[in-house]
């Protein structure tokens, strides 16, 4: 987390992402002005190696982002050919609205509980390439092969009259507040930037999250191991003690 946090403070990385010319692209599409999410990604994909495998599940970004319709915007760090770890996603499966979920070890430990709609693709991507795909368009990542890790970065973009979740206002979990996060910065232009705005910030919808843990402590309390994923996830970011002292319980057990 001590990296982690340096990398995802990382003031070029945040000016790239508000870029005006992202912006002006974004703006253009949505045909008003439009909000780059505060709260964004930073990933640093491990080379898989036989169990150790972080490779992004399939999923929809929807439910994990919530908020009016946004669209995403996936960028390596480098140069990234498809066994590095490239992008992939279902071209069409985003006019199928949001697919059905069940517990998994997909993003958010969850996965796609229904057939695939639409067709793969994919391709290598050179710095400075970037892959833009709407949130309910189901993508996942292809396995890092290479011995070097897969840095990238994906952050999201939404007309700025539109609701935007609360949770992408805050700074990456664990990365300390906007100020901790500023404070190496060589130029205040442009923090804040959403503070100029006027924004309709409402809370997540967490019925996608509370079921998949209402499923996975019956699956747990069964001893299915599928459920380890989300009860880990229930440990780490849950908000009610109870809660996690009951997964705590249930992973103890299925270990
Ligand atoms: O980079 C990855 O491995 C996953 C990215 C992703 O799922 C996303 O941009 O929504």
């Known amino acids: 987390m001590r990296v982690f946090r340096g990398l995802w403070a990382d003031e070029e990385l945040h000016r790239l992402r508000t870029h005006p010319r992202v912006l002006e692209f974004f703006t253009r599409i949505f045909g008003e002005p439009a909000l780059a999410h505060p709260m964004f990604v930073q990933r640093n994909i491990f080379p898989q190696a036989g169990n150790f495998d972080f490779t992004t599940g399939v999923h929809q970004d929807r439910v994990h982002i919530g908020g009016a319709t946004s669209y995403a915007l996936w960028m390596p760090l480098g140069d990234c050919p498809r066994e590095k770890g490239a992008l992939a996603v279902a071209a069409g499966s985003h006019s199928q609205g949001i697919l059905e979920t069940k517990v998994g070890s997909g993003a958010g430990g969850m996965d796609i509980a229904v057939p695939i709609p639409g067709t793969w693709a994919t391709g290598g991507f050179e710095a400075g ?55 190496g910065w060589s130029s205040t232009e442009g923090q804040y930037y959403w503070r100029d705005l006027s924004l309709d910030v409402i809370p997540l919808d967490r019925s996608h999250y509370e079921r998949r843990d209402a499923q996975a402590f019956e699956m747990a309390e069964r001893g299915d191991k599928a459920a380890r994923d989300a009860i880990l996830r229930i440990i780490q970011r849950d908000k009610s003690a109870e809660k996690r002292a009951r997964a705590a319980l249930l992973l103890e057990r299925l270990d």
């Open 129 to 183: 390439d970037a892959l833009i795909f709407q949130d309910v368009t189901v993508h996942k990542a292809l396995p890092n092969r290479t011995n070097e890790i897969r840095m990238s970065f994906d952050a999201r973009y939404q007309p700025a009259s539109q609701p935007v979740a609360d949770t992408n206002m805050v700074p990456y979990s664990g990365c300390g507040t906007w100020e901790e996060v500023y404070a």
